[in-house]
């Protein structure tokens, strides 16, 4: 293979010579090439199912395999090669499992909680369609702010995680990247909504899952006794001691907060309200429920490993420093492709999602007249964002970072919009307070960039007068008041 020289930085800021795995050509028409074929599918296949209801819920008609595949590319993006390996490089085994639970749980949260839902609110297509029911207009928009900038930041991230894994591989501008995926991803989701989604879906998570195992079998047989728990008790011992304390505050942080995230994501409502029937639903939520935890517990895994190897590998890049050592043309043609599906797959989701709330619930903000065409409207609104999200991507910013912000939002919403569910007594002043204060407390310890400090430690006190376990515990401490200081002003009510 021929290779191209490029000057590196290292995670230390030393400047070094490194190669690219593929040239810039062969990425970008692998990277073209792919976008296309989902595009012309999604295209093609949405054509004959046209109208609103295909658009939103697809037509309440989706079938077990389909569900099911859908729900699992939905829920895996591009983030799994990111996120859970560095998270794992300081986090430890607890911060792997809290990370792959908290994916996972919806699922089976979603399996109760959905089918309330489908019973008491047959023809609804959004969670906060109910919501609007539930609490006053308020709440309601609050939470619908709260919900479109969740996933807004979400396809920030995706997009950036994929440009960012393409520049590693063959020195891509970012730009380039964001742009092509964007363009061809919003030309068959906003055509053929729901079910152009759900049908990529399927054909994603096929080749996610295939090329998913051609990484397992490749990294457990060619690294050997390296790839192993033994490995890491050797040369990374803390990370699997259970004296370590950010194995359980880690644990906990990753667990409340994508858990919490994936509770208000609207696609997987959406596919909630598309499920042919409660026992598809029930069935496909299941599924998803188990291949997604293995497939983030090795992912995760990889990041032990990358870190017990070199100390001083880069976080973010854990998994690929493993597969790519050897600069294989054919496995950095895999990750491609790889990365592709995965983010293709979540972005079409998030789009849609967005636009569906747009189309259902903005109504009950914006007084239009009767004429304003809300699909169109939503059309509009999803290229706007579309056009900062791609602002946002072509700057690389940490995608856990990105990913961790979002979270903090969702962890002051979560208790109290789904304790309303059960709850009646629960009123929409009481609601909002508790919301709010879970933020602004949730803000104040929420770290900066490199962890070091925050709002309230570090920058309105010195970090020096609070004890050791809060300057090294801000991400945990942030999402847990975020989460449950609501609770505490309930019951002060």
């Known amino acids: 293979m021929d290779k191209i020289t490029k000057v590196c930085l290292s995670k230390d800021n030393v400047v070094y010579l490194c190669d690219f795995f593929v040239s810039q050509t062969t990425s970008l028409t692998l990277v073209i090439v792919i976008s296309l074929i989902f595009t012309l599918l999604g295209l093609v296949y949405s054509k004959k199912y046209q109208g609103l209801n295909n658009y939103l819920i697809a037509n309440r008609n989706v ?3 389909s569900l099911s595949t859908s729900l699992v590319a939905s829920a895996l993006g591009a983030w799994i090669l990111f ?36 019973i ?11 919501l609007r029911k539930r609490f006053g207009k308020s709440l309601f928009k609050l939470i619908l702010l709260m919900t479109i900038f969740y996933m807004f930041i979400f396809l920030c991230a995706e997009v950036t995680a994929v440009s960012i894994l393409i520049k590693y591989i063959s020195g891509t501008s970012l730009w380039i990247t964001a742009l092509i995926i964007l363009v061809t991803t919003l030309a068959y989701t906003l055509y053929g909504g729901l079910r152009a989604s759900i049908f990529t879906d399927v054909i994603q998570s096929i080749v996610i899952l295939i090329l998913f195992l051609i990484s397992v079998i490749y990294l457990t047989s060619y690294m050997g006794d390296q790839f192993s728990f033994k490995f890491i008790a050797d040369k990374s011992p803390r990370l699997l001691s259970s004296s370590y304390l950010a194995n359980y505050t880690a644990g906990l942080t990753f667990f409340i907060a994508v858990a919490a995230t994936n509770l208000f994501h609207q696609g997987n409502w959406q596919r909630v309200y598309a499920a042919k029937n409660n026992d598809v639903l029930k069935k496909s939520l299941l599924i998803a429920f188990i291949a997604i935890i293995p497939i983030v517990l090795f992912m995760g895994f990889s990041g032990l490993v990358a870190v017990s190897v070199d100390p001083k590998v ?58 304003t065409d809300y699909l169109k409207l939503s059309k509009y609104f999803i290229i ?71 709002l309230f430690v570090g920058i309105i006190l010195p970090a020096e007068i609070f004890p050791a376990f809060v300057s090294q515990s801000l991400l945990f401490l942030s999402f847990l008041i975020a989460t449950f200081i609501p609770i505490a002003f309930w019951k002060l009510r």
């Not at 008491?120 to 109910?130: A, Q, R």
């Not at 579309?386 to 990105?402: D, E, H, N, R």
């Not at 609601?431 to 925050?454: M, N, R, T």
Request: overall charge positive; glycine content about 8%.
């Open 63 to 65: 079938g077990f395999f």
């Open 83 to 118: 996120g859970p390996a560095s998270a794992a490089t300081w986090g430890g085994i607890g911060a792997v499992i809290g990370y792959a639970l908290g994916t996972a749980f919806p699922m089976i949260f979603l399996i109760y909680l959905g089918k309330k839902i489908r």
């Open 120 to 130: 008491e609110f047959p023809k609804g297509s959004t969670l906060i369609e109910f």
């Open 314 to 371: 880069i976080p973010d890049l854990g998994f690929f420093t493993l597969l790519l050592k050897d600069q294989s043309e054919f496995l950095s043609l895999i990750i491609i492709i790889l990365g592709l599906s995965l983010t293709i797959s979540t972005v079409d989701t998030l789009v849609n999602a967005i636009s569906s709330l747009v189309i259902v619930d903005a109504k009950a903000i914006f007084k239009f007249s009767k004429n």
């Open 384 to 454: 706007a964002l579309s056009l900062v999200a791609f602002m946002v991507a072509s700057k690389g910013f940490s995608v856990l970072y990105l990913f961790l912000l979002a979270d903090l939002f969702c962890c002051a919403f979560v208790l109290t919009v789904f304790y309303s569910f059960y709850n009646k007594k629960l009123n929409e002043k009481t609601a909002y307070i508790s919301i709010i204060v879970g933020l602004i407390g949730g803000f104040l310890l929420f770290p900066v960039p490199d962890f070091s400090k925050s």
